[in-house]
Every structure is written in C-alpha cells, then in structure tokens.
C-alpha cells in the first residue's frame, strides 16, 4: 500500500489528471478500510469565525487513522508541556516510513506524527489511569474540539487493527528494550490504547471543527471554548508542517505550505493558520498512503488563494484573498498612517508605502497624513509624503483646510515654504506627475 516512488509533485498530479496515477487505491490491510467506495469524496471546512462550508460526501463516518496523531500530540502538550513530552520524542523528519522500527541517535522516537512517536505519546496521555479512562480522557477533548459534533468509535476497525498490528507491536517492543517509556509503563495496554485512538471516527463536518480549533490557537469556533493551550496548538502545527504528510511531507511543506495530517483512511486534516480548517476525505490513496483526491485539493487550494506560508500576501496579485478585508483593517492602517504622521515617524511611513498603503487615505474628518505633518512641523515627513510618495498636496479637510492652512496656523514655517516651492514647480511643470511608489 505504501513505498510510492513517485517522488515530485508535478509528476504525481499529471499522472491523477491523466488517469494515469499508477497506485490510487483504498486501503485494504483490513476489511473494515476496504469495504470504503472509492467513489466517495467530501469536503469542509469551517473558519476561525463559525462559518462553514461543505460538499460532497461529508456526512459519512470515517475513522481519523493517523489523523489522530496530531490531536492526541495536542493533548500531551497540553497537559505536560514541550518539555516533559519532548524528552521522550523528537521533533525531526524521519525521512523514513512512518511505521519505520528506528529511532533517532538519542533512541527516542523522531516525531508524534510517525508511528513509533505516536505510540509513546499515547503512554504519555493520563498515565497511570486505566485505558478506559483514558479513552474517554482523550474522546472528551476531541469532542470539545469538534464543538461537540460527531466523534464516534469503531469496534470493528479496532479489533482489527490489533490482530493485523505486528509491525506496531515490533515498534513497541523495540521501544520497551530501549526503554523510551515513562517507567512503570505497560507497553501492550499502550498499544490497545494507540489501536483505539485510531479507530476513532469522525465526519468531513465534525473533523472540520477539530481543524479550526487548531487555526484558531486551540479555542473552538463553534462553542468559544479554549481547548487547548497555544502552546500545543503552535507545537502541533509546526509539526504537521514538517512531518504531517508520510514521505510526502517535504514536498507538501514546499508546494502547498500549510500544516497538514494525513491517515490511511483517506482523510486530511489541513489548517489555514488563523482562517480555517479544512477536511478533504477520499478512500483511494496514492503510494506514500495520501489521499489522491485531497492531495489535488490542496495543491489547488493554494494555487488559487494566497494560503500558502510564503505567499506574499500584499504584492501576490495573482491570487486571491477570500478574506474579507473589514472595516476594521481600513480604521488600523488610518491610524497607523496618521500617527507615523504625527509622531514624525518617516520609516514608518516608507513601510507603509511599501507594502502598498495608500498614503492619502483619510481620516473620519478628511484630514490626511500630509495635514498631520504639517500641522505638527515635521519637515522630513512632509518631504517624504510629497516627493517619494507624489500624494495631493492640497487636499482639503472636513473644515477647507489644507495642509499648508495648518503649517501657518501653527507657526511652522519651514514646512510653508516646502509646501509652496513643491506647489509652485508642480504648477510649471507639464502636470503629466503621476503618484508613484517611492
Ligand atoms: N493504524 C495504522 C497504523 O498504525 C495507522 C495508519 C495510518 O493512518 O497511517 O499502522
């Protein structure tokens, strides 16, 4: 099922665009995955402010798989913080199979996104108590996460997980010889407790929510609840970046630049920092385990909008921004414009230009960065404004005034005097100045 040789993205895509894609199938090491259609396909995806959106198949329940890992990462570090979860699992691409028996030269685990770093974080959730207790520990926080949506369990998957689980039970053991557990561990109930979480279930709609609580720093949007700590929501989406996607991880980190997580169910866990969360689920998988239809998801999705971490988000015009840009952000950039005017502030004022401000916005009582400075004497900004940024030097405010009204209302008369030269080679030059960026 996995071993996909396929290394480049371009490649990988043509050959799904042209039906070519030589592996897209379900997962099938055990009945209850095989039994999926390979014809269904769902999306949703919730934002950091409640609203939702969803197609396809998104109602049907599917179980999280590895998709639990970075969840049940979140809880640790909740709990016990960086530190204490850390000194027991690294935070490094492996650069192998994700159910690879290795460890890293310090014998921990490489990461919680691999199976061998996952199984030691499940020894790391309510030690001490009994599995039961456990399970409902960790199904409590999902569903907090999920704003109390769908979060069910499949017996049948994991039965069947534990019977068909030799290669984890491998890992475990080779864990326990090289003891990577905290002590007093029982490595075996562990693995029930790893098995478990893996055949939780969830929906496109709920695994959405659990998304967004994670692109909204750990509070749900739906309930308002904090869930979990930033510090483990800023954990687990650092490493959904660098090792959420199998081997396919760099190459998803590069092309699509967002924290995801992957299982072998077919669902993926995608985060939009501080915009949304996003669930793609489709059975068929390619050969690194990653669903075909959810990869080209995202590589469209990014291709499209500006979501990718390293999008310039001011000067891409090529893409574009869903997001609505709020009054709000109109009033913080007047403000920000105005007082850079005011406190004399000129390096201020070049970012502001830079990053495309228009420079003669205007405040509720029509007067613009250029009155402030003048009315306060800052020679230098007013320089700055008229000649690097060609704004109208005569704008008037609510009241008539110009710039030039406030410098010799307050006495500034240098200021008079650049404003009246700048005004008079304009009216003898050809008129044709255009306001450009400085
Ligand atoms: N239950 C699977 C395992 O531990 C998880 C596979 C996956 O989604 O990557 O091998």
Redesign the pocket.
């Known amino acids: 099922m996995h071993g996909y040789p396929e290394r480049n993205v371009e490649e990988h895509l043509r050959r799904c665009h042209t039906g070519q894609a030589p592996v897209q199938k379900v997962a099938d090491y055990i009945p209850q995955l095989a039994k999926f259609s390979s014809d269904l396909w769902g999306v949703s995806l919730c934002t950091v402010d409640g609203q939702r959106h969803s197609v396809g198949d998104t109602k049907e329940p599917f179980c999280l ?3 639990v890992k970075p969840l049940k990462y979140a809880v640790a570090v909740h709990d016990h913080g960086t530190e204490h979860v850390h000194s027991f699992i690294g935070k490094e691409p492996s650069g192998l199979r ?2 690879k028996l290795f460890l890293d030269e310090d014998d921990k685990p490489h990461n919680p996104m691999v ?1 061998a770093g ?1 199984i030691v974080c499940s020894s790391l959730i309510k030690p001490g108590a009994g599995n039961a207790e456990k399970f409902d520990y960790v199904m409590d926080f999902l569903k907090m996460m999920a704003g109390n949506e769908y979060v069910g369990f499949s017996n049948a998957t994991f039965q069947s ?1 534990r019977e068909s ?1 030799d ?2 039970f491998a890992i475990g053991y080779y864990m326990k010889e090289k003891k990577c557990f905290p002590d007093g561990t029982d490595m075996t109930s562990v693995l029930d407790f ?2 478990q979480l ?1 055949a939780i279930e969830v929906t496109c709609e709920s695994a959405s929510v659990m998304a967004a609580t994670l692109a909204n720093g750990g509070i749900c949007p739906i309930t308002g609840e904090r869930v979990l700590s930033p510090e483990a929501v800023r954990n687990t989406l650092s490493l959904m970046h660098s090792c959420g996607m ?1 081997d396919f991880s760099g190459q998803f980190a590069f092309h699509v630049g967002l924290p995801a997580k ?4 077919g669902g993926i866990l995608l985060v939009v920092p501080n915009v949304m969360g996003i669930v793609c689920w489709s059975p068929p998988l390619d050969k690194l ?1 990653n669903s075909v239809r959810g990869i080209q998801f995202c590589t469209d999705l990014v291709e499209h909008f500006n979501f990718h971490n390293y999008d310039n988000l001011r000067h891409f015009a090529k893409k574009h921004d869903p997001r609505r840009e709020g009054g709000d952000q109109r009033v913080k950039s007047v403000i920000n414009l105005l007082f850079a005017a005011y406190t004399g502030d000129v390096s201020a004022l070049r970012r502001f230009a830079l990053s495309s401000i228009d420079m003669e916005q205007r405040d509720y009582d029509s007067r613009t960065a250029l009155h402030v400075a003048a009315a306060e004497g800052h020679t230098e900004v007013v320089r700055f404004l008229l000649e690097a940024c060609k704004v109208n030097p005569e704008p008037r405010d609510r009241w008539g005034s110009t710039p030039i009204d406030e410098a010799v209302q307050f006495g500034h008369n240098d200021v008079v005097s650049i404003l009246q030269n700048h005004l008079e080679k304009n009216s003898t030059s050809d008129g044709s100045d255009t306001k450009t960026q400085p």
Do not use: D
Request: with cysteine; hydrophobic share 25%; charged share 10%.
């Open positions: 798989q590895s998709c994700f159910n199976n996952a997980e689980g290669r984890n790893y098995f893996c199998y992957s299982g072998v169910a385990g």
